[in-house]
């Protein structure tokens, strides 16, 4: 009894004119009602299942909820079925599509991210800091101005905003990041935000987020900490796409690309212009974002955005209590004495936080020229990982 008719500014279809005929009730935002010349019911949210429950209770006749675009990307399709309800769907062309077609560009390697609002906000700047190509659909307090407000002091991006796509006031405005931030938009819809300086790979088989990478821990040949230990570092560290990691005192960055490789934005820190040029030239080796600044922790950490997991590879307490303050969800650190993993312990816990040490050896098989076998052991590493005991 209930149909979904998704409408892009085009001649509706025949069957969907039919089932907008035969409605005992039309319901949809009233501007889209409005441009179909539609005098019916505007509901929205938890107010259209609320209608929609009265009058199905009484068995008034059919029903059509008119929405923009495709009603499954994103869309109302998803509230119907969560409430136990099965429509008929008649979907027109998404905002998204409508978007790269309008900007010239394919998608097929572009992230889609639709925030619930203000509150997702950072992440949806960490997806356009690590990912080249992303399509925003635009929420209150996560839009155009916002999104390049995080990004410009760290992340150059072009943004192309649509807003009122096959309307009579469509707009599609090439903007910069400054411009973004002051300009006046009405009602934009989509915002892509593009990696100008990024070039296409190879053609892959999988849209947007691509598959994680099929080797980590990887066998830097210059690497302060074996494999075994960046393995897990990496998995309390846990760094995902959405993700901000911040690399204090990165070194020559194995961790930083490691997480960048695993979908994570990255920042990372460090002072000594030497392991900064090798950092540079493993960010270009594998073709990773990596936002690096060069300074002293703690002042340089500063300015940067909160974190959602950190990194402590060099500094002192000073370094770990300034990264704790900034309540990242996970916090771990490689301390190079048995005796600082007390001190270390009791300052996280001053902080909130719930720590956890542990000491890895990693000992590499060798091969002797008489065909023998031996084990060399690596100097023990001391890890503590920790999370907060209440989550920010």
């Known amino acids: 009894m209930i149909t979904v008719v998704g409408w892009d500014g085009s001649a509706l279809s025949t069957r969907a004119v039919n089932r907008l005929h035969e409605a005992a009730l039309v319901v949809g935002p009233q501007p889209l009602l409005a441009r179909l010349g539609l005098a019916a019911p505007t ?3 938890d107010e259209l299942l609320d209608t929609l429950d009265h009058h199905l209770e009484h ?44 900007a010239g560009l394919n998608w097929e390697d572009a992230l889609v991210v639709a925030p619930a609002g203000a509150h ?7 997806a356009c800091r690590a990912h080249p190509k992303v399509a925003l659909l635009v929420a209150p307090g996560a839009g155009p101005a916002e999104v ?30 400054g411009e973004a931030t002051t300009r006046p938009w009405k009602d934009p819809q989509v915002v892509l ?25 990887l066998p830097f040949p210059d690497a302060v900490m074996p494999a075994e230990v960046r393995a897990y570092v990496l998995a309390k560290l846990g760094p995902r796409l959405g993700d901000l990691v911040w690399d204090v005192g990165a070194g020559s960055g194995e961790i930083a690309v490691e997480c960048a490789r695993l979908g994570a934005a990255v920042m990372a820190v460090e002072r000594d212009d030497e392991a900064c040029a090798r950092l540079r030239a493993r960010v270009l080796e594998h073709g990773v974002k990596v936002a690096l600044t060069r300074g002293q922790a703690p002042p340089a950490l500063e300015p940067l955005p909160d974190p959602d997991a950190v990194f402590v590879g060099g500094g002192g307490l000073d370094v770990i209590a300034a990264c704790a303050t900034r309540r990242p969800r996970r916090l771990v650190c490689v301390l190079r004495t048995v005796e600082q993993v007390p001190v270390v312990l009791d300052l996280l816990r001053e902080h909130g936080y719930r720590a956890e040490g542990t000491q890895i050896l990693a000992s590499e098989l060798t091969i002797q020229p008489a065909g023998s076998h031996t084990l060399t052991s690596a100097d023990p590493v001391l890890v503590v990982h920790a999370t907060p005991v209440h989550k920010r």
Not at 195 to 207: K, N, S
């Open 148 to 177: 390049a407000r995080e990004l410009a002091p760290t992340t150059p991006r072009a943004l192309i905003v649509c807003e009122d796509l096959g309307g009579p006031d469509e707009r599609v405005t090439h903007s910069r990041m």
């Open 120 to 126: 997702q906000l950072d992440r949806v700047v960490n």
């Open 43 to 45: 509901t929205a949210g």
């Open 193 to 217: 935000v593009v990696d100008p300086l990024h070039r296409g790979g190879e053609r892959g088989w999988l849209a947007g987020a691509q598959p994680g990478p099929a080797e980590w821990a």
């Open 59 to 102: 068995g008034e006749g059919p029903v059509v909820v008119v929405v923009e675009g495709d009603p499954g990307f994103f869309g109302v399709v998803r509230t119907l079925r969560d409430h136990g309800l099965a429509p008929d769907v008649l979907p027109a062309t998404s905002l998204v599509t409508r978007a790269f077609a309008r």
